[in-house]
């Protein structure tokens, strides 16, 4: 129903900053609440940002982890969703998954990588 595609991950240093970008098609993008999770190797994936629908207000939350570092973005004339994430640690490297979800279902891109090292 929608295909998401992510970009913008990389290597960067501690306190330095990435964007990430994951662009949507195939559906209606602003029907969509829109989620950036991620992976490191042994852990469970988890939450980092969510951003709701248009309908539902475009309502953000984060993982206390990344509370006041990292933002959620969305530009629906565009079909992106953003994280803009600040202040990286080195605990924040992991593969970096999209996500779109709607009535319950839920939709995932390929993830792209970010690791922070010195």
């Known amino acids: 129903q929608v295909q998401l595609v992510e970009s913008g991950g990389g290597l960067v240093q501690p306190g330095g900053s990435l964007r990430l970008s994951c662009a949507a098609s195939g559906s209606i993008f602003g029907i969509y609440h829109m989620g950036w999770y991620r992976q490191a190797p042994g852990k469970q994936r988890e939450l980092v940002a969510r951003?709701?629908?248009?309908?539902?207000?475009?309502?953000?939350n984060y993982a206390d982890s990344v509370k006041g570092r990292f933002t959620i973005s969305r530009n629906n004339a565009k079909n992106t969703v953003y994280l803009q994430m600040n202040s990286l640690k080195f605990e924040d490297t992991a593969l970096y998954y999209c996500?779109?979800?709607?009535?319950?279902?839920?939709?995932w891109g390929q993830g792209t990588q970010v690791t922070v090292s010195s």
């Open positions: 951003i709701t629908s248009i309908i539902s207000g475009g309502s953000t």
């Open positions: 996500n779109a979800n709607f009535r319950g279902e839920d939709y």
